[in-house]
């Protein structure tokens, strides 16, 4: 099982925040596993499609090739988008957030974005002003 420790070298180590906010190095600060936070939108209409987590390999996999590369937290494995799927992901843009701890790519999505064969993983609407106080309450709305 792969470490996602182990690739952190691919990427310089974050300076000081007025580097890391003002800079033009690519400098990620993963968290303590070793993960950024990656937040997928569709190119075309804004829509977020789905959020997961890069280590440095697949972060720099990403931007070498062009495609979508995750690291499952639950698998501890590196994927690609659509892999086995086919619901691939062709990365338009990639921007990361004021202090290198989120990655936010717009991809020319092919197919469901989420596992479940949706086109989105954020298929449910959370109902607000909703009562609640006692569990299972709150009622999700479902848009597909």
């Keep these: 099982m792969p470490d996602p420790l182990a690739d952190r070298t691919l990427f310089a180590a974050p300076a000081g925040s007025a580097e890391l906010e003002e800079g033009a190095a ?5 968290d303590a596993d070793g993960l950024v936070t990656a937040v997928a939108t569709d190119a075309g209409s804004g829509d977020v499609l789905m959020v997961a987590h890069m280590n440095a390999q697949a972060l720099a996999k990403t931007i070498a090739t062009g495609e979508a590369w995750y690291f499952s937290r639950s698998r ?18 990639m921007r990361i957030d004021c202090d290198q701890d989120a990655v936010w790519i717009k991809v020319e999505q092919v197919a469901g974005a989420c596992h479940t064969g949706r086109r989105s993983c954020f298929y ?14 709150v009622k999700l709305e479902f848009h597909d």
Excluded: D, M, N
């Design 26 to 30: 690519l400098t990620p600060k993963f």
């Design 124 to 137: 449910r609407a959370v109902p607000l002003g909703a009562p609640g106080g006692k569990p299972g309450a």
């Design 76 to 93: 501890k494995a590196l994927w690609k988008k659509g892999e086995t799927s086919g619901h691939t992901q062709r990365v338009i843009e």
